[in-house]
C-alpha cells in the first residue's frame, strides 16, 4: 500500500513520500515490519527515525481509544536504525518493545523510519559462516569499510544444504562494521574469516552469513603535468572543510565537522615544486591532525609551469 503524508494509512506497514523534502518514509505498526528499500544501484541513507505514537490516527484500525490517546509517547532510534539499514540496498526493522524499549506502556505504537536513497560507490561481499571473506582495491587505493554485519536477515542468502530450522530465523543480525574496519582499513586488501569466535554468535542455531560493504578510496593524491612541464603548488590543506567530499560510506558523524583544515602549502610545495610529476599520501602523521573523529582529506591546487618558466 502507497500512502501520502497527511493520509490516514490502515496496513500494517506503508510508504509515505515527503513533498517538501523528497525523503521516503516507512511506517509499520507495532509487532510488524517495516521495509525500507531503494532502487538497483543506490543505498539507503536514514534521516529520522522514532517509535512510539505522535497521533491518534496512525495504526488505529482496531484498537481501543485508551490504546491509541497517549500522543506525546516518541522515542528517538535514528542511531539503531542507521545501524541496521544505512549502505544497504533494503532491510527491514521490525516494530517492537524488545528492539527499541517501551516509551509508554499501554499504548499501541509504530515505527517511523524516514531516509534517502543516494548512488553507491559501494562493494558488498557476502560469507557464508566459516568461509574467507577477500576485500580487494586497486593500487594506489585502500579499503574503507562502510558497513558489516554478522548473522541471518534472510531466508535465501547462504541457504544451500541447510535445513529449514538453519536458516529461518531471520530476525539475527550484529552489527560488526568496527571489528572488520580495524582488520581491513587503509589496506590494500586483507582478508577475513565468518566465524561465531570472532564475532559472538547472535542466534545458536542458525546458519549465519558475514556481509561487508567497503569503498576503495584514493589515499595518494597524484599530481601530473604534461611533458616539459612542471607542478608548482599555490595552495593545500589537509582536514574537511565541507560535507561532501570523500564522503562516501562514511556515517554521518565522520563528515559533519566542516570547520576542520591545516595548511599543507609548504609540505606539498617541498616535496612536488619543479618535477613533472609526484605522489602524496594523505595521512595524519604527516600533516597533523585538526580534528579528531573527523575523516579528512587532502586538497591540492596547483599550476603547470614549462621547464624554463619555472627557472627564471
Given at each position: 500500500?502507497?500512502c501520502?503524508?497527511?493520509?490516514i494509512?490502515?496496513?500494517a506497514?506503508?510508504?509515505?513520500?515527503?513533498?517538501?523534502?523528497?525523503d521516503?518514509?516507512?511506517?509499520?505498526?507495532?509487532?510488524?515490519?517495516?521495509?525500507?528499500?531503494c532502487?538497483q544501484?543506490?543505498?539507503?541513507?536514514?534521516?529520522?527515525a522514532?517509535?512510539?505514537?505522535?497521533?491518534?490516527t496512525t495504526?488505529?484500525?482496531?484498537?481501543?481509544?485508551?490504546?491509541?490517546?497517549?500522543?506525546?509517547?516518541v522515542?528517538?532510534?535514528?542511531?539503531?536504525?542507521?545501524?541496521?539499514?544505512?549502505?544497504?540496498?533494503?532491510?527491514?526493522?521490525r516494530?517492537?518493545?524488545?528492539?527499541?524499549?517501551?516509551?509508554?506502556?499501554?499504548?499501541?505504537?509504530?515505527?517511523?523510519?524516514?531516509?534517502?536513497?543516494?548512488?553507491?560507490?559501494?562493494?558488498t561481499s557476502?560469507?557464508?559462516?566459516?568461509?574467507?571473506?577477500?576485500?580487494?582495491?586497486?593500487?594506489?587505493?585502500?579499503?574503507?569499510?562502510?558497513?558489516?554485519?554478522?548473522g541471518?536477515?534472510?531466508?535465501t542468502?547462504?541457504?544451500?544444504?541447510?535445513?529449514?530450522?538453519?536458516?529461518?530465523?531471520?530476525?539475527?543480525?550484529?552489527?560488526?562494521?568496527?571489528?572488520?574496519?580495524?582488520?581491513?582499513?587503509?589496506?590494500?586488501?586483507?582478508?577475513?574469516r565468518?566465524?561465531?569466535?570472532l564475532f559472538?554468535?547472535?542466534?545458536?542455531?542458525?546458519?549465519?552469513?558475514?556481509?561487508?560493504?567497503?569503498?576503495?578510496?584514493?589515499?595518494?593524491a597524484?599530481?601530473?603535468?604534461?611533458?616539459g612541464?612542471?607542478?608548482?603548488?599555490?595552495?593545500a590543506?589537509?582536514?574537511?572543510?565541507?560535507?561532501?567530499?570523500?564522503?562516501?560510506?562514511?556515517?554521518?558523524?565522520?563528515?559533519?565537522?566542516t570547520?576542520?583544515?591545516?595548511?599543507?602549502?609548504?609540505?606539498?610545495?617541498?616535496?612536488?615544486?619543479?618535477?613533472?610529476?609526484?605522489?602524496?599520501?594523505?595521512?595524519?602523521?604527516?600533516?597533523?591532525?585538526p580534528?579528531?573523529?573527523?575523516?579528512?582529506?587532502?586538497?591540492?591546487?596547483?599550476v603547470?609551469?614549462?621547464?624554463?618558466e619555472?627557472?627564471?
Amino acid at each position: 500500500m502507497l500512502c501520502f503524508i497527511g493520509a490516514i494509512c490502515l496496513a500494517a506497514a506503508a510508504l509515505q513520500v515527503s513533498a517538501d523534502t523528497g525523503d521516503l518514509t516507512s511506517v509499520a505498526c507495532e509487532h510488524n515490519i517495516a521495509p525500507v528499500r531503494c532502487d538497483q544501484g543506490q543505498v539507503i541513507r536514514v534521516t529520522l527515525a522514532d517509535y512510539g505514537r505522535r497521533d491518534s490516527t496512525t495504526c488505529s484500525a482496531g484498537r481501543r481509544q485508551f490504546e491509541v490517546r497517549n500522543t506525546n509517547c516518541v522515542l528517538s532510534v535514528t542511531d539503531k536504525v542507521a545501524q541496521i539499514c544505512n549502505n544497504q540496498n533494503s532491510c527491514n526493522v521490525r516494530a517492537e518493545n524488545f528492539e527499541f524499549g517501551d516509551p509508554c506502556g499501554h499504548t499501541y505504537k509504530y515505527l517511523t523510519i524516514s531516509y534517502t536513497c543516494v548512488a553507491s560507490s559501494l562493494v558488498t561481499s557476502i560469507i557464508c559462516e566459516k568461509s574467507t571473506a577477500n576485500l580487494r582495491c586497486g593500487q594506489s587505493k585502500v579499503i574503507r569499510v562502510a558497513l558489516a554485519v554478522y548473522g541471518r536477515t534472510d531466508s535465501t542468502t547462504c541457504s544451500a544444504g541447510r535445513s529449514q530450522s538453519e536458516v529461518r530465523n531471520t530476525n539475527c543480525a550484529r552489527s560488526v562494521t568496527d571489528k572488520v574496519a580495524q582488520f581491513c582499513d587503509n589496506s590494500i586488501g586483507c582478508k577475513v574469516r565468518a566465524r561465531s569466535s570472532l564475532f559472538g554468535d547472535p542466534c545458536g542455531g542458525t546458519y549465519k552469513y558475514l556481509k561487508i560493504s567497503y569503498t576503495c578510496v584514493n589515499r595518494v593524491a597524484n599530481l601530473r603535468c604534461g611533458k616539459g612541464q612542471v607542478i608548482r603548488v599555490n595552495s593545500a590543506y589537509y582536514g574537511r572543510r565541507d560535507t561532501t567530499t570523500c564522503s562516501s560510506g562514511r556515517p554521518r558523524g565522520d563528515v559533519r565537522r566542516t570547520k576542520c583544515s591545516r595548511s599543507a602549502t609548504l609540505q606539498a610545495a617541498s616535496s612536488c615544486n619543479g618535477k613533472n610529476s609526484c605522489s602524496i599520501r594523505a595521512s595524519s602523521s604527516r600533516f597533523g591532525d585538526p580534528c579528531r573523529g573527523t575523516y579528512k582529506y587532502l586538497k591540492i591546487g596547483y599550476v603547470c609551469n614549462s621547464e624554463s618558466e619555472s627557472q627564471n
